[in-house]
């Protein structure tokens, strides 16, 4: 199996992330800063609607329980408890873009 580019560096980076679970079941941002920046932000209990796993960004990881995100402002491992303000998915309306 030949790797992309992509996946070559998500498999290093997640190499490189010890990950820890919040209380609510998402991922404690491995950078806080981009997470900041981001507004990643774990769901209430209760609550999917839009989230990591239903977004345009993010990289399922063979064998692994959670995901990546590709989003350049992201860029580190998330799961579907998670969601921040980049999330897009095809079909998604923007009215105020016209
Ligand atoms: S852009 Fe945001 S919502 Fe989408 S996968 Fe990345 S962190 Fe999750």
């Given at each position: ?51 990591c ?38 079909g ?7």
């Open positions: 199996m030949q790797l992309t580019q992509e996946s070559r560096a998500i498999r290093v980076r997640v190499a490189a992330s010890p990950l820890q679970v919040d209380r609510q079941g998402g991922l404690v941002p491995t950078d806080m800063e981009r997470a900041r920046k981001a507004d990643l932000l774990t769901l209430p209990p209760g609550v999917d609607g839009t989230n796993g239903n977004c345009v960004f993010v990289r399922s990881l063979k064998g692994k329980r959670h995901s990546y995100c590709v989003h350049k402002e992201v860029d580190m491992p998330v799961n579907n408890r998670e969601c921040c303000k980049h999330w897009f998915a095809k998604a309306i923007r009215h105020f873009e016209g």
